[in-house]
């Protein structure tokens, strides 16, 4: 049997599983609610295998390991990013998100600016993240298939592209969810066992595989690398900045915390994620330095210059061509979940956010709402397709955290100070996700990646000081708004919003009237 037949059987058992995934979960599907969320009834273990299958992405298991190979110890910066990313997430934003959501990120915003016009910034936050994100996965998916089955780039893309459709349309979150769970069992499987192989070649002594990557491809492969000049070393930072505070604002992530019944198991979720991420981070280098050495640097960048089909050549070179089928077909797998997860949050954003309850005002009927998520799925995919087919050269990690950027700088403020800042206003939140959103795009377009106009090639630093400052801005300037606002049941009283963020308990204040209004008759 030939290479190319045996990926092509991995390939297509992958897909035959995940549709038969699908087709269990449509059966489930019948209401919004499991449509957006799942009904909120998925177990605290069973979402944090979710996310951790939602969050490693084409961008930690080719993009990672490619970077390592290609580069050294830089590549392993994206790593520390992506992992401590996390005690942000449960610090600052898990319990209370779960709290005061509904479906969306735009529901939370909504739970206390009740305006459409939040509604529509919040959709178009959540639109542009989740294209950025998805650009990602397919140029890993083109190149990915491109090397295994011999297709033309573009086919592939349009092949993975096509059945996130099918996905989503059929099964919603709930197909979504278990796809990303079963394919997170297989990614840290694979890893392991990849990482198994590779340490065989060593006498199972992690540090021989530094010492070996020292002594043949020079030491700055093994030691973080020195800024080359402050702008290099202001990159690095901005980058890390994307990464730490990007994922709190990705709304694929996000909406994993309203799968879920109540805060605990959010927060139950988050840590059962943290521990499996950090044990997938820990053999990246393992697999990136294994390749460098055990493949080479030129096969790996004649292959793909960017490094993305590092970790199946590698796996090639250790087990024949059943190991390299094997590995990417959880390649495969990696993708599909997280597009899945992609899709959905951007068809959500629409279909909930943009067109029930801003073009309806909340009057859509089910029936209405399933029609707009699909067609905004197949759009949304259809946009994806698009723009990946022209970033083929890019490293899938970069792409990544460009779409961290974008969540740190739109999202992120607007998050916080809808939970801490009692001043807060419509015309702040606003103005942080549009500031936000529109600087960190700009200056990705004038980075040395694309028009070289810009220095840095991450532009955190400077659009997430941006959408803060634009939050803060926005309100201070349109002076009592809060008050209006709240005056015209435009907005919530803050005490409410604060206890209902940290408790759960909703309607505090007029619980609290009827309270009163019941004690009253016993005090005369």
């Not at 605990?264 to 990136?288: C, D, E, H, Q």
Request: net charge negative; proline share 4%; with cysteine.
């Amino acid at each position: 049997m030939s290479d190319r037949a045996i990926a092509t059987i991995f390939f297509v058992l992958i897909i035959v599983l995940t549709l038969g995934i699908t087709a269990w979960a449509a059966r489930r599907n019948k209401d919004t609610a499991h449509h957006y969320v799942a009904g909120g009834e998925i177990k605290g273990w069973q979402n944090g295998l979710a996310i951790s299958g939602d969050y490693l992405s084409a961008a930690s298991f080719l993009g990672i390991a490619g970077s390592i190979a290609l580069t050294g110890f830089s590549g392993f910066y994206l790593s520390i990013g992506f992992l401590v990313a996390y005690l942000v997430v449960l610090l600052l934003v898990a319990e209370p998100l779960r709290n005061l959501g509904k479906y969306t990120f735009a529901d939370m915003l909504a739970a206390r600016f009740n305006l459409r016009s939040v509604r529509s910034a919040a959709a178009l936050s959540t639109i542009a993240i989740s294209t950025f994100y998805m650009i990602a996965q397919m140029v890993g998916a083109g190149a990915l298939i491109e090397l295994l089955l011999g297709l033309p780039y573009v086919a592939s893309v349009v092949i993975i592209g096509v059945l996130m459709t099918i996905y989503i349309a059929a099964g919603g979150m709930v197909a979504t969810t278990w796809i990303q769970i079963v394919k997170a069992v297989l990614l840290i499987s694979g890893t392991l066992a990849l990482s198994i192989a590779v340490l065989a070649q060593f006498g199972f002594n992690p540090v021989a595989i530094f010492d070996r990557v020292e002594a043949e491809l020079g030491p700055e492969m093994v030691l973080p690398p020195p800024p080359e000049g402050f702008v290099s070393g202001i990159d690095v930072v901005s980058l890390n900045i994307a990464l730490v505070f990007g994922t709190a604002g990705l709304p694929h992530i996000l909406m994993r915390f309203l799968t879920v019944p109540d805060a605990k198991t959010a927060r139950n979720s988050i840590i059962v994620a943290t521990w499996i991420i950090g044990l997938f981070y820990l053999m990246t280098p393992i697999m990136g330095y294994g390749a460098a050495l055990l493949v080479g640097q030129d096969v790996i960048a004649e292959q793909n210059p960017a490094g993305n089909t590092a970790a199946p050549q590698l796996a090639g070179e250790l087990g024949g061509p059943i190991f390299l089928a094997f590995i990417s077909a959880v390649a495969f797998a990696t993708i599909v979940a997280v597009v899945a997860g992609l899709v959905i949050a951007a068809s959500s954003a629409f279909a909930h956010d943009f067109y029930t309850n801003v073009i309806r005002g909340g009057e859509a009927s089910e029936q209405e709402q399933f029609r707009a998520a699909r067609i905004a799925a197949v759009a949304v995919s259809l946009g994806a397709m698009f723009l990946a087919i022209f970033a083929r050269d890019f490293n899938v990690s970069f792409l990544v955290a460009l779409a961290f950027a974008v969540a740190a700088s739109a999202n992120v403020p607007t998050i916080l100070f809808t939970i801490f800042w009692r001043r807060f206003n419509t015309a702040g939140a606003i103005a942080g996700i549009l500031t936000g959103l529109f600087s960190c795009i700009v200056l990705i377009i004038l980075s040395p990646n694309i028009l070289d106009v810009f220095p840095l090639a991450n532009p955190a630093i400077i659009s997430m000081p941006l959408g803060f400052a634009a939050c803060y801005l926005g309100t201070i300037l349109t002076g009592e708004a809060a008050e209006r606002e709240m005056a015209e049941g435009k907005q919530i009283s803050y005490d409410e919003i604060y206890v209902r963020a940290n408790t759960g308990i909703t309607r505090v204040e007029e619980e609290l009237r009827e309270a009163a209004a019941a004690e009253e008759p016993r005090t005369t």
